[in-house]
């Protein structure tokens, strides 16, 4: 699961589809991380909600960490809050683990949001912070 999970969060803007740009990108990684994990519900909610098996949340946790690192990297030039003062580790220790959370409270609740709406919320909060003008 570790490494279907990697392949799909791993996914260049070239392999996603060539012809999108870097929102639509990205919401197509999130729709394919949140259909995987939709599709293998149980396994999900049983591991990630667990306190004794600790390594896979922690192997998911740093796929997370490593893309949005990745993210900030390409973009850190025009990223609004690093523009602002925040510090780069600062917002990568704040949102890997809000994105593993947020995935786990969704399954928890029996996932009440399409993949495809949870992504577009996960690409809004992510395009906004990394743009310098809120009107895009």
Do not use: C
Not at 27 to 52: C, D, P
């Amino acid at each position: 699961m570790a490494d279907q999970l990697s392949a799909i969060l791993q996914k260049s803007p070239g392999e996603a589809n060539a012809s999108t740009g870097d929102g639509e990108w990205e919401m197509t990684i999130w729709i394919h991380f949140l259909e995987h994990i939709a599709k293998q519900a149980n396994f999900y909610r049983v591991i990630l909600a667990s306190k004794r098996i600790p390594i896979f949340r922690d192997r998911l946790l740093k796929l997370l960490t490593d893309m949005i690192v990745t993210w900030i990297e390409t973009k850190e030039r025009d990223s609004l809050m690093l523009n602002m003062g925040i510090k780069k580790d600062f917002l990568i220790w704040y949102a890997s683990p809000a994105l593993l959370g947020t995935s786990t409270a969704w399954l928890q609740n029996d996932m009440p949001y399409t993949p495809s709406f949870l992504a577009k919320q996960f690409s809004i909060l992510h395009q906004r912070g990394l743009k310098k003008d809120f009107s895009n």
